[in-house]
């Protein structure tokens, strides 16, 4: 084994950097959700949405190395969901949009198309 590949980090097992390393994070979640809106206008909509319920996680890193020829996981030992984000929408038409969202949630920020039925 070259120990010059061979990375200590401190208070942390020392690891092999090699090549073919990788590291993959999931998630699944389900969260029921409710937003405040707050006062605008026909076309721009400003609201604060706050969301609760279930979310599991699971990391996974693998490297090629033959000191290191297994996948150590870590799965999320707290079940609990939250989210947290402001944002608004804005209709290009009247029942058709897009929104913008900026908070603590799957990701810090959001966007996409909105749809009124």
């Keep these: 084994m070259d120990r010059r590949n061979i990375i ?10 090699v090549e ?10 389900i ?9 605008g206008s026909e076309k721009f909509d400003p ?8 979310r599991i996680g699971f990391f996974e890193y693998k490297g090629d190395a033959d000191d290191y020829k297994n996948a150590d996981a870590l799965r999320a030992i707290f079940p609990l969901g939250f989210e947290l ?5 804005y209709f290009i ?13 799957k990701s810090v920020l959001q966007f996409g198309v909105v749809q009124n039925l």
């Design 47 to 54: 609201y604060a949405g706050v969301g609760f319920g279930y």
């Design 20 to 29: 073919n390393d990788y590291s993959t994070y999931q998630t699944f979640s």
């Design 8 to 17: 200590q980090v401190s208070g942390q097992q020392p690891y092999i950097k």
């Design 31 to 39: 969260l029921g959700r409710a937003n405040l809106h707050f006062p």
């Design 85 to 89: 984000t402001v944002g608004a929408r």
């Design 93 to 105: 038409l009247d029942n058709f949009g897009v929104y913008s969202e900026l908070g603590i949630a």
